[in-house]
Each structure stands twice: as structure tokens, then as C-alpha cells.
């Protein structure tokens, strides 16, 4: 069945760039089903969607976070990545990488298969 | 603060029914369907109702999910001990433009 796994530093400076990849194994990649989608849990805020991109390129992300954040896709090595630039304090989180299945309808969007979780902290 | 609105606990003995609630706007479950996830301790939330009421495989039925308007309801029937978790629910929303989480229900089996 399908897995994520997210790798990057878990240790980023403040001001700096976060960025995380996600692996997926198993499962179709390059196929157009499945939005590829981060999203982020503190315990202040609980869970943010950060945003998804699409395999043919296509992104979206949440307002709050759109001007710092960028998403790319690796078809070749089974990859999607996430850049957030200019971190601060408040960006240390648990990001999880998801898969969410394609739909034309953004109201019957949902995240189906999860992977475990990376601990990023920002530190000063 | 979310959009989505959930009490903060709910509780209940071995077998009993909980019911959490969540509450929203036109913009989110009154609009679109809801999703719910489930997150025990120290892992990653685990999708466990989606578009509002359907199950993912391997879901036991005793997990339900339904909506009224603006509110959506998750309800676990048969408590067990391992349903001890954070429950969030979570839908696209209109007006902010991004999916939306709710601040989460800690449920404890007494």
C-alpha cells in the first residue's frame, strides 16, 4: 500500500528556509489521481493545511502562508518537496505529508494516507 | 482560532455512544462535505469519515459521521478502550479559501 515518508533538518535557524521532502512509496505517483499535500500541528494551533500540488503542477496554498511557501514535484524520484522561507519561532510544528485523491470539487477534498510526521523547530 | 468549532473533551465507559459535534458556517459545512480524523497519541492523524459520512476501509462501523446545515456530527457507537484519541474534523472553506481544521474533541474511555 502507499507510504510517505518526510526527511529534512529538524533543527532550522530563524529567518532562514524550511525545507522538507516527502518520499512515497507504493502505490501510483505520476498518474494524476492525487493532490500532494503538507500540512503542519502545533500545539498552540493545532492542525494547518499549509497546501497541495497537483502532479502536473498545479498548487494551492492556504492565504496565510502563500507568500512564503513553495512546492515542487520530483516525478523521477517519487518526491514532492515544500520550501517555506523567512521562519520564525512560529513555524516550529510537526509537518506531515499527505496524499488527498484528485477531485474536481475543492468541497470533497480530504487527506486519505498520512505519513508519520518530522519535527521542525526554528531556533534564534 | 478555527472556523470550526469542536468541544474541547467528551467521554464515556466501554460500550456507551459518544457524540461530538462539530460547528461551522455557510461558508465550510454548510457548503461542502466534512471529514473527520482521528490522531492517537503521538502518531499521525488517521482520516476516518470523508465526505461527511462515508468510511475509508478498514474503519469499523461503529464510527459514523452525519451533518445538519451548518454542523456535522462524528458518533462512535460500542466505545472501546482504543478509541482513546484527539478527533478533529476539517472541511474546504469558501470565504478563507483553504481546508480547515477543527481545534480538536480529546476523547477518554473511563
Known amino acids: 500500500q502507499v507510504q510517505l515518508q518526510e526527511s529534512g533538518p529538524g533543527l532550522v535557524k530563524s529567518s532562514q528556509t524550511l525545507s522538507l521532502t516527502c518520499t512515497v512509496s507504493g502505490g501510483s505517483f505520476g498518474s494524476g489521481n492525487n493532490y500532494w499535500t503538507w500540512i503542519r500541528q502545533t500545539p498552540g494551533k493545532g492542525l494547518e493545511w499549509i497546501g497541495y500540488?497537483?502532479?502536473?503542477?498545479?498548487?494551492s496554498y492556504n492565504p496565510s502562508l502563500t507568500s512564503r511557501v513553495s512546492m515542487s514535484v520530483d516525478a523521477s524520484k517519487r518526491q514532492f518537496s515544500l520550501r517555506l522561507t523567512s521562519v520564525t519561532a512560529a513555524d516550529t510544528a510537526v509537518y506531515y505529508c499527505?496524499?488527498?485523491?484528485?477531485?474536481?470539487?475543492?468541497?470533497?477534498?480530504?487527506?486519505?494516507?498520512w505519513g508519520k510526521g518530522t519535527t521542525v523547530t526554528v531556533s534564534s | 482560532q478555527s472556523v470550526l468549532t469542536q468541544p474541547p473533551s467528551a467521554s464515556g465507559t466501554p460500550g456507551q455512544r459518544v457524540t461530538i459535534s462539530c460547528s461551522g458556517s455557510n461558508s465550510n459545512i454548510g457548503k461542502y462535505t466534512v471529514n473527520w480524523f482521528q490522531q492517537l497519541r503521538g502518531t499521525a492523524p488517521k482520516l476516518l469519515i470523508y465526505?461527511?459520512?462515508r468510511r475509508p476501509s478498514g474503519v469499523p462501523d461503529r464510527f459514523s459521521g452525519s451533518t445538519s446545515g451548518t454542523s456535522a456530527s462524528l458518533a462512535i457507537t460500542g466505545l472501546q478502550s482504543e478509541d482513546e484519541a484527539d478527533y478533529y474534523c476539517a472541511a474546504w472553506d469558501a470565504n478563507l479559501n483553504t481546508y480547515v481544521f477543527g481545534p480538536g474533541t480529546v476523547v477518554t474511555v473511563l
Open positions: 499527505a496524499r488527498a485523491p484528485y477531485t474536481d470539487n475543492p468541497g470533497e477534498f480530504y487527506m486519505d494516507v
Open positions: 465526505n461527511s459520512y
Open positions: 500540488i497537483y502532479y502536473f503542477g498545479t498548487t
